[in-house]
């Protein structure tokens, strides 16, 4: 990845989208892709369209952007991404949220499917990500810094900003949805975690437990991006759950809670836009 490859990605979005600048952007997470192809008026472009953008390869994950009009803005509604266990390179990992951030998007809510840690979550709740643990052993930032993308050792202590969380908060509560917080913890997968790394999450402070949303949120932090992100808790983690993890059982939450959390985006992006 290339600083120019992302120029050239984000001055396709503008081209084939038909809008010069986008200030804000959605990443639609397991279950929500048919979240922007419902929206009035959307501009939907073919990732395998922009140069330089992966085009996922999970189920329940798209492969199309769209854009739409929010309050006058242009705001990207990204349907689908590429995770690092997949085979991908990690450059390519962060690739579509970067490319948005050079088309303008100085907000950028991330959302996802995880497992529940915390004692009292259950499948269907929301929760607003403050802060993560990187169990991965990879970050984006490895190798040299393009001081045009960001500085070589960036500050993440506000990587989930104060203010969007709260506007998240303040989305949820105006719809009537109980929004929960909580500490995400990224593992690579595809396997899901052992019962031992459960408890060792617990012991470290971690509530949920997924496998993206940690290489974007920290790429997006280095480029000086305002983040949020929301967790979908489709299945109680392993040595919680009585039974076995599988992807079908998080496809089923995730289009149980696809009207709940539908509402909260509604109600949150109008806002997101009025913070980028």
């Not at 303040?170 to 990224?186: F, H, K, P, Q």
Request: aromatic share 6%.
């Amino acid at each position: 990845m290339s600083f120019e490859s992302l120029q050239a990605a984000a001055a396709a979005i503008s081209e084939l989208t038909g809008r010069d600048r986008h200030r804000a952007a959605v990443v639609l997470g397991s279950g929500l892709g048919g979240y922007a192809s419902g929206r009035a008026g959307a501009v939907e472009v073919g990732y395998d369209a922009i140069p330089g953008f992966p085009r996922p390869k999970v189920e329940g994950h798209a492969g199309s952007l769209y854009s739409i009009d929010v309050d006058g803005e242009g705001v990207l509604l990204l349907a689908g991404r590429v995770h690092l266990y997949e085979g991908w390179d990690m450059a390519d990992v962060v690739f579509a949220v970067r490319a948005a951030a050079l088309a303008g998007c100085s907000a950028v809510l991330l959302t996802n499917a995880a497992g529940g840690v915390r004692d009292g979550f259950a499948p269907g709740d929301l929760v607003a990500v403050t802060d993560h643990l990187n169990l991965a052993g990879h970050n984006p930032l490895v190798g040299v810094n393009d001081d045009r993308l960001g500085p070589r050792f960036p500050d993440l202590t506000r990587t989930y900003h104060p203010e969007l969380r709260h506007l998240l908060h303040e989305a949820a509560t105006s719809v009537g949805i109980t929004l929960r917080d909580g500490v995400y913890a990224w593992f690579l997968g595809p396997s899901y975690e052992t019962p031992a790394e459960i408890q060792m999450v617990r012991r470290l402070g971690g509530d949920l437990v997924g496998m993206s949303t940690v290489p974007e949120a920290i790429a997006l932090a280095h480029m000086g991006v305002k983040v949020a992100a929301v967790s979908l808790v489709t299945n109680l983690a392993a040595g919680i759950a009585p039974h076995a993890l599988s992807h079908a059982e998080v496809q089923r939450t995730a289009d149980a809670a696809r009207e709940q959390f539908t509402l909260l985006l509604d109600a949150v992006i109008p806002r997101l836009v009025a913070a980028a």
